[in-house]
């Protein structure tokens, strides 16, 4: 990989995971957000999970934004593990935006994007 590519992918990574601070910012309350309002359902509001259940869907959003910026780090410093990790956040974010789609499908929309790329990453290497 070029390191164009690489650092392009580094701030796709770590920006990505950066975002997916602002789940738990907004279902553990911690601030409001414009655009992303509390609410405490799911699956574009068929599916009421109540304070504790968002709170903890809001919780998981900190799995996905450690493996993004873990894996930009691990991919900046040149370590294999960034792939694998990349990849496994990926799935989680994919997971966590597809339940909050009303409000998280451009998250969705880079997701796919980077599963590309991690699938042609790992056909051409």
């Known amino acids: 990989m070029s390191r164009l590519t690489i650092y392009l ?3 796709v990574l770590a920006a990505h995971g950066l975002i997916h601070l602002l789940g ?4 553990l309350r ?18 009421d999970v ?5 709170a903890i869907f809001g919780g998981l959003w900190v799995l996905p934004a450690a493996g993004f910026v873990v ?9 294999d ?3 694998p990790l990349a990849f496994a956040a990926t799935c989680v974010s994919l997971a966590l935006t597809a339940l909050d789609w009303s409000v998280a499908y451009a998250g969705a929309v880079v997701n ?14």
């Open 81 to 83: 593990l960034w792939l």
């Open 30 to 47: 911690i601030g409001d957000l414009q655009g992303l309002p509390y609410k405490t359902t799911l699956l574009n509001g068929h599916l």
């Open 24 to 27: 738990p910012t907004v279902y």
């Open 71 to 79: 894996s930009a780090l691990a991919l900046a410093l040149g370590w």
């Open 50 to 54: 109540g304070v504790v259940g968002i």
């Open 9 to 11: 992918l580094v701030a």
């Open 112 to 125: 796919v994007v980077i599963l590309v790329l991690l699938a042609l990453r790992g056909v051409l290497k």
